[in-house]
């Protein structure tokens, strides 16, 4: 019996593995949007399509990182300046891309752009830090896949959403994990609706990686900043020492943070070119064995494997 099973296990493996290597065809004819290429996993993944052959658009947010970009690439990839929180900035975007690409619409629309925002304890922000965050990473992730839609559409192409583990596993406070979780949902709902017409909506999960949002001195200035306009009761309640705590544990994770950003690229890449993309993509082996396993357990569970570490307020229980 284990035997049969054992063969059907890797029967299904095999299957999976030769249906994973199947490419799209003409993909020089391929058009792709990127959002948030001035650096991180959009820039990496532009030069990367851009290597394949497929015609890049890449949305920078500076003209800076725009020039450097094309600087870095061939004559082929094209860029647009974008701020995802502009609806103005947007809709001239769309109307740019719809030139570019014509009546064979957009094949792929990637949904890159974010920032990480301040990340402590949520008793220390206020309602703007949430904001901040979730009309980057959410909202204007939301209203650009529904200006872009239509071209997709016409393409029957593909959407790529990065989430991020934290949208499975909140492990701090913040705007950062809501607008993740937010992500996964909308990606779920679009996935569905969108399967009569053929496109197909991938989510990708990156770990902890060494991209400029997780910059430690950027890091560690955001955490006393909050702290230092934090009001005189909460910095009484919880205490210097637990402030002092916090920082050491967020920096700590962040100095651990993988810099081989093709992890995350490579897994984009394949969203786009294969015949059958995943539905989610887990990018770096910390996802993969440790924050995806722990979502998967009981909430008690995750909650004593979470808080194990944490420090302990001056006046808790």
């Known amino acids: 019996m284990w035997l049969y099973l054992a063969a059907l296990l890797g029967l299904y493996f095999l299957r999976r593995w030769y249906r994973e290597r199947q490419c ?23 030069r990367q399509l851009d290597a394949r052959g497929l015609r890049v658009l890449a949305a920078c947010l500076t003209p800076q ?73 959410l909202i204007g992730l939301v209203e650009v896949t529904l200006s872009l839609l239509p071209l997709v559409r016409r393409a029957r192409g593909r959407v790529v959403n ?24 909308f990606s779920d709902s679009l996935r569905r609706e969108l399967l009569p017409f053929g ?12 991209t400029q949002i997780l ?37 700590q994770l962040t100095s651990t943070a993988s810099p081989v950003l093709s992890r995350v690229t490579d897994c984009m890449e394949h969203a786009l070119t294969a015949r059958h993309p995943r539905i989610r993509y887990s990018g770096g082996w910390d996802a993969k064995l440790y924050y995806l396993p722990v979502s998967y357990l009981p909430a008690c569970w995750q909650d004593f494997l979470v808080t194990l570490w944490q420090p302990k307020p001056a006046h808790g229980i």
Do not use: H
Not at 24 to 46: H, R, Y
């Open 24 to 46: 799209v065809e003409g993909l020089p004819e391929k058009s792709v949007l990127i959002t948030g290429c001035d650096s991180g996993f959009g820039n990496l993944l532009a």
């Open 199 to 210: 496109v197909k909506v991938s989510i990708i999960e990156p770990g902890a990686f060494g």
């Open 65 to 137: 990182g725009a020039e450097r970009l094309r600087e870095a690439t061939s004559a082929r990839l094209q860029t647009v300046i974008l701020d995802v929180t502009q609806t103005d900035s947007v809709a001239a975007a769309t109307a740019w891309v719809k030139g570019q690409v014509g009546d064979k619409g957009l094949w792929g629309l990637v949904n890159n752009a974010g920032i990480t925002g301040s990340t402590a304890p949520n008793e220390w922000l206020t309602k703007d830090d949430f904001v901040k965050v979730l009309n980057v990473n």
């Open 215 to 251: 910059n430690t001195q950027i890091i560690k200035d955001m955490l006393q900043e909050v702290w230092s306009r934090a009001p005189a009761e909460i910095k009484e309640t919880y205490g210097q020492r637990y402030f002092d705590t916090y920082s050491e544990q967020f920096l």
């Open 162 to 185: 990065v989430a991020s583990t934290m949208g499975r596993l909140a492990l701090f406070g913040g705007g950062y994990c809501p607008a993740k979780y937010g992500v996964e949902a």
